[in-house]
């Protein structure tokens, strides 16, 4: 669990992930807000629309109420009335009589006055009774010498084509929502309209529609009231594109800062491509032409500076291309140092073989016999040790890693090295700084067997008849000392470092071929294969020695020490 979140909180927050986050939260932050301010524009609008209607509405429904006149065509007398009148009295009807009164809207009458408040604003006013009759519509107002036209649609007018048809689809869909859809009523269904209902029985009314083409209609309806009476009702609606006009100027306002914010995000994104494309591109030709030029060496770009992904991949990169050259350069070494050791025994053997039939008396015949026998073993130790090393690394990529109990391995290996004796060496295991429970590492066990083995038999060659090999196992901080002592020699000062490299030897006590040189060279490899460290010195001791190359005097060498360090648990 704890190491999941390290590596979430190591992909979340590193740079070049919080860059590409910035940008597309930043285009969605964009959409996002364009969005709502369009949607709320959109809503204010239609509000705003509704009450400007709405005061409209009860000034030009107060001036129609003020241009009503009572009808004076017919007027009723009473006799009685008249016989009672005195002297300086006229006759007429109460004050109290008038609301009674009706007070009839006159299209002729209130036609002027309609064309003169709705023109300028090009809005539809529609006046109705208070039946539901329409009285008066503004599309059909004709002043005095007007000439009435009609335009008739051409006989060859052509359908809209696919592309207006779909655009008036998505607009509709857009921009209807939950809006009924407005429906254009007969002259005598004035009460059709909800708002025109509602405006007869004296109160305002609004509604909200989209028409078949998708143009939002705002109409609002106010009753033509005189003396508290309701005359009938005025309806004011908006044109149908009335509000979708201003909706798509700010759509196309919207459009022009999307096009520039959009170019904005071309640069960055150029930017960014010209940050994270570019190198991967030059990481990706250069990684090309070490596969096609092996043998000459290609430098892999360098961008560890910049300290995000594409530095990482640029040091992986080059950490696997100076491994991969420097496997290539051991494998050319390796083949070159094979081939120079096998030359040796297959010339003596050659020699031996083509000398054999000239032999004339059985000890020369045995003695050339016993070369070939001793040339023949050698090349069998070389190949096999060769084949060892060579498929070492392989063997080491394709095993699971697994933790290997120190203790029980080396314990293991002295009690086997101890049932077979060698010049009567006694070999000695030893733990420090901690309990064997502790002694635990990652790695191969056998090929980790392998390096103690190799530096155990290596210690008793060395060591006189009867002398002790001592294995010390120490626990460190972090780490896993195994330490190889022995009684020997010890070993030159200049070859301390020779003796791990492939088919060196230095045995003066045994004869020449009894060693293939590669045991050491092995063993290292097998060490930093686990991430761990071999080294080699000599033991001092007090007192001083005579140098058996140049008989100088020296330190006295109490034996060899070989040391490996290794990663612990």
Not at 36 to 56: E, H, K, P, W
Not at 147 to 160: G, I
Not at 299 to 324: C, K, Q, V, W, Y
Request: hydrophobic content about 40%; proline content about 4%; charged content about 25%.
């Amino acid at each position: 669990m704890g190491s999941a979140w390290s590596f979430f909180v190591t992909l979340s927050f590193s740079s070049l992930t919080r860059r590409i986050v910035f940008l597309n939260l930043a285009g969605l932050c964009a959409l996002l807000f364009g969005v709502m301010y369009l949607s709320q524009f959109r809503a204010g609008l239609i509000d705003a629309r509704v009450q400007s209607l709405l005061v409209q509405g009860e000034i030009i429904a107060g001036a129609i109420a003020a241009s009503a006149t009572v009808e004076s065509d017919a007027v009723t007398i009473d006799p009685d009335r008249l016989l009672e009148l005195q002297a300086g009295e006229s006759y007429g009807p109460p004050d109290d009589a008038l609301s009674g009164i009706e007070f009839p809207i006159n299209p002729e009458r209130v036609a002027p006055v309609l064309r003169r408040l709705v023109s300028p604003t090009k809005t539809r006013a529609r006046i109705y009774d208070r039946e539901g009759v329409l009285i008066l519509d503004s599309r059909n107002l004709y002043g005095r010498g007007d000439v009435l036209r009609f335009d008739l649609p051409s006989p060859t007018a052509e359908q809209a084509g696919l592309v207006e048809r779909s655009y008036i689809a998505i607009r509709r869909w857009l921009g209807r929502g939950d809006l009924p859809l407005y429906r254009e009523l007969g002259p005598e269904n004035g009460k059709g309209y909800g708002e025109v209902r509602q405006a007869l029985t004296g109160l305002h009314a609004s509604e909200v529609r989209v028409n078949d083409r998708g143009e939002v209609i705002v109409s609002v309806a106010v009753p033509v009231q005189r003396f508290r009476a309701v005359r009938g009702a005025l309806m004011l609606s908006t044109q149908g594109a009335d509000i979708d006009d201003m909706v798509e100027a700010e759509r196309l306002a919207i459009v022009k800062v999307f096009l520039v914010a959009a170019g904005v995000m071309v640069v960055l994104s150029i930017l960014l491509a010209g940050t994270i494309a570019g190198p991967v591109r030059r990481l990706a030709d250069a990684a090309e032409r070490v596969r096609r030029r092996i043998k000459t060496r290609v430098e892999i770009p360098d961008f560890t500076g910049r300290h995000d992904e594409i530095g990482e991949l640029s040091g992986a990169l080059r950490d696997m291309t100076n491994a991969l050259y420097s496997r290539i350069e051991a494998i050319e070494s390796f083949a070159a140092d094979v081939s120079h050791e096998l030359k040796n025994p297959l010339t003596s053997l050659r020699s031996a073989v083509e000398t054999l039939p000239m032999a004339k008396t059985d000890a020369n015949r045995a003695r050339l016999l016993e070369v070939i026998q001793h040339d023949v073993k050698r090349l069998n130790r070389l190949i096999t040790d060769i084949s060892d090393a060579s498929r070492l690394d392989a063997e080491l990529q394709r095993q699971e890693v697994a933790i290997v109990d120190l203790a029980r391995l080396l314990d293991a290996l002295v009690s086997t090295a101890n049932e077979v004796r060698s010049n009567n060496v006694k070999v000695t295991l030893t733990f420090e700084g901690g309990q064997p429970s502790q002694f635990k590492a990652p790695g191969h066990d056998s090929r980790l067997g392998q390096v103690v083995s190799n530096l155990i038999d290596n210690a008793r060659s060395f060591s006189p008849d009867g002398g002790t090999v001592r294995v010390t196992c120490r626990k460190l901080k972090s780490d896993i000392e195994i330490i190889v002592d022995d009684d020997g020699p010890g070993i030159r000062p200049d070859a301390l470092d020779k003796v791990f490299e492939r088919f060196y030897t230095d045995r003066p006590h045994q004869g020449f071929g009894q060693n293939s040189g590669l045991g050491l060279s092995i063993s290292r490899q097998i060490v930093e294969a686990h991430g761990g460290s071999i080294r080699a010195e000599n033991r001092i001791g007090t007192g001083t020695q005579k140098n058996r190359d140049t008989g100088e005097d020296e330190p006295r060498v109490l034996g060899a020490r070989f040391v490996v360090r290794l990663p612990g648990k």
